[in-house]
């Protein structure tokens, strides 16, 4: 039998327009709400009865949680231009190490109904 646990976690990030078309707007810094929730994929274990301790999942989420919340994505190391698909996979790999069962990642910035997933 095969069960997928979600943790969602929410972060609060500025970023500037890296738009080659309007260079009028590339200086703007803006924020946004984001909801991030990870997804892991597994059989529970025959002792534990877990997939997998849902208190690792959010140690996990907390390293890389505290390296996005009230930041300028553009400064934040490894990211890139500050995407929604940049954004999922940067938490992909900053939490595959930890969470070997990480099957699909979503980044959604709600008040705007933007959104990407990234799905193994």
Known sequence: MQFQLSQSF???AAHSL??????????RIHGHSYRATVWLSGEPDTKTGMVT???LIRQAIANVRDELDHRLLDEVQDLGPATLENLCTYIWQRLSP????LCRIKVARGLTGDACELIK
């Open 10 to 12: 929410i972060f609060e």
């Open 18 to 27: 890296q738009r080659k078309f309007d260079q009028a707007s590339s200086a």
């Open 53 to 55: 301790d849902l208190d």
């Open 98 to 101: 930890a969470l070997p069962q």
